[in-house]
């Protein structure tokens, strides 16, 4: 009978026998999967393990506030937090191509985070949320349909140039287990059943060329999606769920006046794995809530729609 308690005690003794003395380095996306590797690595090695986190200006509304504030303060982990909003988005700036926006802000990443992993010296490891089924989509000869059709970023998306060894303490759980693991090590359910999300970010939800203004918008939509989503019990029922902001604008009307402004796309799926999706069948009122709250609460969207397609023959994200 293998417990998560179990789970947790064993690999915490792996890892203090794998690292030893050493320094561990981790990106922490705020994601379940390294924030599930950062707290066990605390847990197991404390101030050894250095976190770095790299916010992108293309984030969640005030989600980086969120990640220092659970894991620098209330966590005590160490952790670097890394402002490069304008870095990225100057790079993005003009940029409507989807495989080179994911290309941009993947090389960026890479290139930010070996630039704070160099200052700390006499680092020995990098510390990787791999789990499972990422192992065994990389050994498969064809890999994955999804990793095919789009390049994809995550924290894991290092070099091998950095010539650090990997502590990848996930590497043999499904996302289930993963989960188990961090309530076992006080994670908030919060963080433990978030929904996935892209490391390119909202850029990929923003079809088009990518401009503060419109960043901004977007992150107002999704703020009032998802907190609906939460207000009406609705949010775990679903795999995931965003706004986007589509490149077209259409013709109002609000009070008097004739308005011409942005559709906000809606998605919402059910899932197993993310590789294959059925779109959420919302009740009417919320439909009409939700559309309301945007179009009422953000200047700049004019219209609400609704993706109705699975996946396949769509893609969960828009790029
Ligand atoms: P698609 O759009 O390919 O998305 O159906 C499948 C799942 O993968 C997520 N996704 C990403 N996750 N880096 C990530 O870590 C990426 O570059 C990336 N692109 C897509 C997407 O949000 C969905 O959950």
Redesign the pocket.
């Known amino acids: 009978n293998w417990s998560s308690k179990d789970q947790k005690l064993k690999l915490i003794k792996d890892i203090r026998e794998q690292v030893g003395n050493n320094k561990v380095i981790c990106g922490l996306s705020g994601g379940v999967d390294s924030s599930v590797v950062a707290q066990l690595l605390s847990k197991a090695i404390g101030k050894k393990l250095i976190c770095i986190f790299v916010n992108n200006g293309l984030l969640r509304k005030n989600e980086e506030k969120q990640v220092v504030n659970t894991f620098k303060k209330k966590l005590k982990i160490n952790l670097i937090y890394v402002n490069a909003e304008k870095e990225f988005i100057n790079k993005l700036i003009k940029v409507s191509d989807p495989e080179k926006k ?1 290309k941009i802000i993947g090389n960026l990443f890479i290139k930010i985070f070996e630039r704070y992993a160099k200052k700390i010296k006499n680092v020995k490891f990098l510390a990787q949320g791999t789990l499972y089924p990422d192992l065994i989509e990389s050994k498969s000869v064809t890999g994955s349909q ?1 990793s095919k ?2 390049s ?3 924290v894991g998306g290092l070099p091998k140039k950095m010539k650090l060894k990997l502590v990848e303490p996930l590497k043999f759980l499904f996302k289930d287990e993963v989960r188990k693991l961090g309530l076992e090590l006080n994670l908030s359910k919060d963080i433990i059943s978030r929904h ?5 970010g909202l850029a ?1 939800r923003m079809p088009g060329i990518i401009t503060y203004e419109k960043i901004k918008i977007l992150k107002e939509a999704d703020f009032y999606f998802i907190k609906a989503l939460k207000e009406y019990g609705l949010y775990h029922k679903i795999w ?1 769920a965003y706004a986007a902001l589509l490149p077209v604008k259409t013709v109002g009307v609000m009070g008097d006046n004739r308005t011409y402004e942005h559709i906000c796309l809606l998605r919402a799926i059910t899932s197993e794995d ?1 590789m294959t999706a059925d779109f959420f069948d919302f009740p009417r009122g919320f439909m009409q809530l939700i559309s309301n709250q945007i179009i009422n609460n953000i200047r700049g969207i004019n219209r609400v729609v609704y993706d109705v397609t699975s ?1 396949p023959p769509s ?3 828009l790029e």
């Open positions: 994911r999804t059709i789009k994809h970023h995550n996935p999300f892209p490391g390119p990929i995931q993310g996946k893609t969960i994200e």
